[in-house]
């Protein structure tokens, strides 16, 4: 991977991370549009570049993090720590995966289109679904982001959005839109900081002797700065659409991208 084709990643991660559009699936479109195959290390890079995102979005809601971790020193039972407790709950199926398939992951990530174009059919699906399948309205619960959660774990594979899986879910769940939204960018935080430790050290633990580097430290670097840079920007109008625009137009996107995927899986295999 060259200097300019991880800038340009980046800035895909950057821009589609905070729309329900798969992040992590237009990664593996952009990789295959640009020609990049990476056999030895599939995940590093979508990990490192998905942990910029993570940062921008600390960044973008510090305020809410802030309050929060001064309130769980309080030791009080309030919003902020069940806020906080609702979000441990959530992180539970996606560690699961994240600790008895962490192997296998890297395997997803390897150019796989066919599959990518089939999980964005999913995540629009998903979409489509969130506005016709509504629960009676009500608060969050631990059993509802046990759900939320599950619906992350799922969107581990590449082309199911996290956005737009767990926004979805909730809306279906009937949390309001805004704590929706508000919810599903901070759940993620943990899981993805946590998935990118773990990516890292497995990194560094594998025998290096006869490595072949495909992604340079200095391409990681601007893979990371790109991310960031266009996460920070985009995060702040981007979380807006996702509150107030109708889902059914990212799910015809992703409709009409996924069905373009698997074309061309077909036709490039």
């Keep these: 991977m060259s200097f300019f084709e991880s800038i340009i990643l980046g800035i895909i991660q950057g821009l589609t991370e905070f729309l329900p559009v798969s992040s992590s699936g237009h990664l593996e479109l952009g990789k295959a549009i640009l020609g990049i195959e990476l056999k030895e290390d599939p995940v590093l890079f979508s990990a490192v570049v998905h942990a910029a995102t993570d940062l921008s979005k600390v960044v973008v809601y510090r305020k809410d993090i802030l309050q929060i971790i001064m309130d769980l020193f ?43 174009g089939c999980m964005l059919l999913v995540t629009a699906g998903l979409l489509f679904a969130s506005s016709r399948i509504v629960s009676k309205p009500g608060d969050n619960s631990f059993g509802k982001a046990f759900i939320v959660g599950i619906s992350q774990a799922v969107a581990l594979l590449p082309g199911v959005s996290r956005s737009g899986s767990t926004i979805s879910t909730a809306l279906m769940l009937g949390i309001s839109r805004e704590k929706a939204a508000r ?39 601007a893979g990371f700065l790109a991310a960031f840079i266009a996460g920070l920007a985009a995060c702040t109008w981007m979380i807006r659409i996702v509150k107030k625009a109708k889902l ?9 991208v996924g069905l373009i995927a698997i074309g061309y899986g077909v036709f490039a295999g």
């Design 183 to 221: 919810f599903s960018f901070l759940m993620v935080i943990p899981v993805i900081l946590g998935g990118t430790l773990l990516e890292l050290k497995g990194y560094f633990e594998q025998d290096l002797t006869n490595h072949v580097v495909e992604v340079t430290n200095e391409v990681l670097v």
């Design 248 to 256: 059914d137009y990212f799910a015809i996107y992703c409709l009409i």
């Design 74 to 116: 309080k030791f009080e039972w309030n919003d902020s720590t069940k806020f906080a407790a609702y979000i441990l709950v959530s992180m539970i199926p996606a560690g699961l995966v994240y600790v008895f398939l962490g192997d296998y992951m890297d395997e997803l990530f390897s150019g796989k289109i066919m599959l990518v």
